[in-house]
């Protein structure tokens, strides 16, 4: 096809010359014109003409109204939608977490002195012990005494030798008897008491008894083990840590506050409390002295807190165990709402908490028209983000391929020789190049390298560009084959034009009929291609917005068949652009060609 | 025309050449995340054996060690014999992974291609002969739409409505459930229910060019002058249309159906990746993610044998159909 201007000119006196023809006003002699006469025709310039051929095409109008539409919906949208296109919106559901177990003391709990063990199988017998009465029981070829401090509490102790003397022919020599330090003056004390030969000796407070066992001499003493109460002790601050000292002090005081019903002051490792009952919950808080929020509670109740991070403080437990023990179900602290369930003798208490998430797939609904994505994203504002996205991406692969196949196949075309030889031996190399599995190596890779959603978008347009534009040349190299011997290239010839201008201001315009419709087509493959590739995870990627990655929600089933709106919208958005596009092309051949009319 | 066939087949070699070098150089700078990854995991089980070691010893036995120029001679040399090495993926030889998979994409592309032909050239003669009619409009759109569909939409679409909606047919996959249960005829009946909605999106995305290019041809050749001198000389437009037009439209028609003979071969990559049917274009979709290098360089230089081999077989077709070629 010729589309030199001189046809076109033809073309557009021919179709005029159907048209009755007016006489002007100002041309009186214009009835004695003759038939043929240049100036009853009104010349339409050819651009004008391939206009109204585009119009009167209804197909055509309607792609142009649908691009159009889609143009308008992408680039003005996003001016007045009111959200942001990676804007997140979240939502608060009321959620039930499990938060404490409470249960009632049953069992002896064991608080061991510094530098002293009591292993589980020691406990067991312990715990035995006292359930019995008894006052002493053997555990491990040890023997241990058990001494009543309150109600429900008891010190361990057990009689273990601390030092041995052996006498070697009137020397004595004194040696630690467990791996443990001798305190300080033993080894004087006893080695006096072994010479008077003395049954016991003193020493500050602690009373050591002496036994002889041929020639070595044990200093027995009782060794304090620990206590065993049936009462918990829990302190205010995670980082406080019980000691026997301070435990035996409390439960002693726990004992004469619950007889006396008052508040009762101790003493415990150079500090002063107060400690005070409290009958209707049978719990007793400790206050440090000049404090007045309390240090300490005890009680019968164990609170365990279910996440191991959570430290739950004196009010809270102390609220606690008051609803535990009145038999409510519910507990209102600090504006947070627990709920408190009864399985025998076990409690727990959940936390109802409104928790803040995204609004994952909401439906449309008056703030959101179209509902949210997965990442809880306005679906509509996003569609008019990835209809830029789309449409800038589609533009640059296109003019990229045009700018290469048109330098290319104008060089080629007007060369002919060598020079078409090798660029169309090129030009049959990137043909046979397939491109679908070349974006997706590609697009693995890049996930693979984590390369950043810009550069990544960026790269893609540059591939899509160098790997397409193969057809332009081969279509701008024929047409310039059947120019380049006219007789207006033997004119710019003549005029000794530059082989540039040659080319690019004389041949190649010839083809831009051809090129229009080309590009024009290719734009809505390329919006195709770069869906499809996003559709797949591989091309453009989060926070960018493409039609394509907006429906890749549809990759899991339960999207697909329960959130229809997520992935319907961006489709019919897909279809209608490329739509458009397809149908303003086959305007534009019909209307630069009118071969095709009959 | 043997001279011909022969020059253009040498050409074909030189441009293969070039092709398969450009893929390799692409495989070879990608980063081998396969081999690494596999390095790592044998690393972890056998300690004795470094990461490193793994590594130097797996691109040795990958043959990733010597510079890609002459690791592409060695590649090619093998596969000129048909060594085309075991896949990374699937851990079977490349041929063989090939030769099992290639026959289902087979069957859909050539049952795909005889819908679209039938639908095709009817639709696009009639759309011909009445120009600008109500049913011209509609194949147009028909076509139009069928091109501009994005296949993936469609697929979801086609899934949602009679895989979900009406459960006619499973979601994806190329057999059924109880497949192993039936007898062989039950078992066919089976593969080809599941090729259905595969072979419908290929038709309904696929006839639309061929329709238009039929439409094309047809109006071309009713705009010429022997349709012309055939109406002048009084023949009945049945046989106008049937025995002077439409043999003549068959010459474009059969080249460009030829030139995609091949490509039946090349399998539907979307297609058969979405709904997971095993052919040649899911197979490679597969490896292709996990950078298997030799089974993507067999399947890319397979792929650019095709579209040579499509060239070459519409450019011959069309000096066989049409005799003015042949002479000149």
């Known amino acids: 096809m010729k589309q030199d201007k001189k046809v076109k000119e033809e073309v557009s006196m021919a179709e005029d010359l159907n048209r009755p023809v007016t006489p002007s006003a100002e041309t009186p002699e214009s009835s004695s014109r003759r038939l043929d006469d240049e100036q009853r025709v009104k010349v339409v310039s050819p651009s004008m003409l391939v206009f109204r051929r585009f119009i009167r095409n209804r197909l055509a109008v309607t792609g142009l109204i649908f691009f159009i539409v889609m143009l308008l919906f992408s680039y003005l949208g996003g001016i007045f939608s009111p959200y942001s296109e990676t804007q997140r919106f979240y939502k608060t559901t009321e959620m039930s977490e499990e938060f404490a177990g409470v249960t009632q003391s049953s069992t002896y709990r064991f608080i061991t002195a510094q530098g002293q063990a009591f292993p589980t199988a020691s406990q067991a017998k312990a715990q035995l012990a006292i359930k019995n009465g008894e006052t002493t029981f053997t555990a491990d070829n040890d023997t241990f005494t058990l001494d009543k401090i309150s109600s429900e509490g008891y010190t361990i102790s057990q009689m273990a030798s601390v030092a041995k003397a052996e006498t070697l022919g009137g020397s004595i020599t004194v040696s630690s008897a467990n791996s443990n330090e001798l305190p300080e003056g033993l080894e004087e004390a006893f080695t006096q008491a072994v010479q008077d030969e003395s049954e016991s000796f003193t020493l500050g407070d602690t009373t050591y008894q002496v036994e002889r066992d041929r020639k070595t001499y044990y200093a027995k003493t009782s060794l304090y083990i620990g206590v065993a109460t049936m009462k918990l002790i829990d302190f205010d601050s995670a980082d406080s840590q019980n000691s026997t000292d301070f435990t035996i002090a409390a439960l002693q005081a726990e004992d004469t506050a619950m007889a006396n019903g008052q508040t009762v002051t101790f003493q415990a490792e150079g500090q002063t409390y107060t400690l005070e009952y409290n009958q209707a919950d049978d719990a007793a808080l400790i206050y440090q002295a000049g404090q007045t929020s309390a240090y300490a509670i005890v009680s019968n109740y164990i609170v365990n807190s279910v996440q191991s991070d959570v430290h739950i403080g004196i009010d809270l437990r102390q609220q606690i165990v008051e609803a535990v023990q009145s038999g409510e179900d519910q507990l209102v602290y600090d504006n947070n709402e627990y709920d408190i369930s009864r399985q025998n003798n076990r409690w727990t208490l959940t936390l109802q908490q409104d928790k803040t998430v995204f609004d994952a797939y909401a439906f449309p609904s008056r703030a959101h028209w179209l509902g949210t994505d997965g990442y809880g994203m306005d679906i509509l504002t996003r569609l008019m983000y990835g209809g830029r996205v789309s449409i800038q991406i589609s533009f640059m692969v296109v003019l990229i391929s045009l700018i290469l196949g048109i330098t290319l196949g104008g060089l080629s075309g007007y060369f002919g020789g060598w020079v078409d030889f090798v660029i169309m031996r090129l030009v049959d190399i990137f043909y046979c190049l397939p491109t679908w599995p070349i974006m997706i190596i590609i697009g693995a890779v890049m996930d693979e390298m984590k390369v950043d959603s810009a550069t990544r978008m960026n790269f893609l347009m540059l591939l899509l560009g160098v790997l397409g534009w193969s057809g332009v040349a081969r279509m701008v190299r024929g047409q310039i084959l059947g120019l380049r011997d006219q007789e207006f290239m033997i004119a710019t010839e003549a005029t000794g034009l530059t082989v540039g201008r040659r080319i690019f201001k004389h041949l190649v315009p010839n083809v831009i009929p051809q090129l229009i419709v080309m590009a024009t087509m290719s734009m809505g493959d390329t919006i195709l291609t770069e869906s499809t590739l996003s559709f797949l995870g591989l091309g453009v990627k989060y926070p960018f917005a493409s039609w394509g990655n907006i429906i890749n929600a549809v990759s899991t089933q339960y999207v697909m068949t329960n959130y229809v709106f997520v992935w319907l919208p961006a489709g019919l958005c897909i279809l209608i652009t490329v739509l458009g596009f397809n149908f303003i092309g086959d305007g534009l051949r019909d209307a630069f060609d009118p071969k095709m009319k009959r | ?236 437009e049945r046989r106008v249309i049937n025995h002077h037009a439409f043999r003549n439209t068959l010459i474009p028609l059969v080249t460009i159906i030829g030139g995609t003979l091949p490509g039946l071969f090349s399998g539907a990559l979307i297609t058969e990746t979405l709904f997971k049917i095993p052919g040649i274009g899911y197979t490679s979709y597969e490896a292709m993610l996990a950078g298997d290098i030799p089974f993507t360089m067999f399947y890319l230089t397979f792929m650019a044998i095709l579209t040579l081999l499509g060239t070459l077989i519409s450019d011959v077709l069309y000096a066989v159909v049409d005799p003015r070629v042949r002479v000149s």
């Open chain 2, 1 to 236: 025309m043997r001279k011909y066939i022969v020059k253009r087949l040498l050409w074909s070699i030189l441009i293969l050449f070039f092709v398969s070098f450009l893929i390799y150089l692409l495989m070879r700078s990608l980063p081998s995340s396969y081999v690494e990854t596999v390095a790592r995991e044998r690393a972890a089980a056998n300690p004795q054996v470094s990461y490193k070691q793994w590594l130097e010893r797996l691109n040795e036995l990958y043959g990733l060690n010597v510079n890609p120029l002459q690791g592409f001679f060695i590649w090619l040399s093998q596969a000129l014999r048909g060594h085309f090495g075991d896949s990374w993926y699937y851990g079977v030889p490349v041929t063989q992974k090939f030769g099992s998979v290639i026959w289902y994409s087979f069957a859909l592309g050539a049952a795909a291609l005889i819908f679209q032909v039938a639908l095709a050239i009817p639709l696009g003669i009639q759309s011909a002969r009445k120009q600008y009619s109500t049913l011209d409009y509609a194949t147009t759109v028909f076509a139009l739409i069928g091109i501009s569909l994005p296949g993936f939409f469609f697929i979801t679409i086609l899934k949602m409505v009679f895989a979900v909606n009406l459960g006619w047919f499973d979601l994806n996959g190329i057999v059924g459930r109880m497949h192993d249960t039936y007898s062989p005829f039950r078992q066919f009946l089976d593969i080809c229910q599941h090729m259905v909605l595969p072979t419908l999106n290929l038709v309904i995305i696929g006839t639309g060019s061929l329709l238009r290019y039929t439409r094309t041809n047809m109006l071309e050749v009713l705009n010429s002058d022997y349709i012309r001198t055939a109406r002048a000389e009084g023949l009945s």
